[in-house]
């Protein structure tokens, strides 16, 4: 029994400095050296400050910035509770807060042409995406430019400036970049 107790012992020991320190540690410094700007989160800085991150979305509510998708994640776009809402669609409260947000956005954008697209109304799986649509953009845009005193057109071409196509060219949608977006509305050059 005690021989069987000091190899187990002897195990967890060599498996936690194995895969418990020296694991990590290889693995943060080959991130660190291959990928830092990933490694470290993405962060997007301006003029030497952080300002966000080009992974986690973050909320905007002022009409001269275009807005990302809702949030589920703790009490929005929490990076340490991300998830979805886990309502079905049969939920009575899902249908009710779709129509509520379905409301709110046509309220705040009574120029855009038609209903407002579908990511601009439900949450991502992760509950903190980024990304909007080009379509929920596009849409968006009315709101924008009689916000900021632009013509459309400028907000369309800004907007077709920051679409991101698919990943390899054939993975996931086409995705604009909510952060980028409005920084570039802004006139600041992340670095």
Known sequence: MIKHLSVALRVTIVSIVLLGLIYPFVMTGL?????????????????????????????WTKPQY????????????????????????????????????IAQLEKENPDANGPPPMDLV???????????SPEAAYWEAPRVAKARHMS?????A????????????????????????????DGLKPQ
Do not use: C, M, W
Not at 36 to 50: C, E, I
Not at 80 to 89: K, V, Y
Not at 152 to 156: E, F, K, L, P, S
């Open 66 to 101: 275009f807005h990302g998708r809702p949030s589920a994640a703790g009490k929005g776009y929490d990076p340490t509770a991300t998830g979805g809402s886990n309502l079905g669609p049969t939920s009575k409260k899902l249908i009710v807060s779709t129509k509520t947000t």
């Open 31 to 59: 991130a660190q050296a291959i990928f830092p700007r990933q490694a470290n989160g993405s962060l997007v800085t301006v003029n030497g400050k952080v300002v966000g991150s080009a992974i986690i979305g973050q909320l």
């Open 122 to 132: 439900t949450s991502s799986g992760s509950g903190i995406d980024p990304d909007i």
């Open 152 to 156: 459309i057109a400028a907000v369309n």
């Open 158 to 185: 800004l907007v077709a400036a920051h679409v991101d196509g698919r990943t390899f060219g054939f993975l996931g949608e086409p995705r604009v970049n909510v952060l980028e977006l409005n920084l570039a509305l």
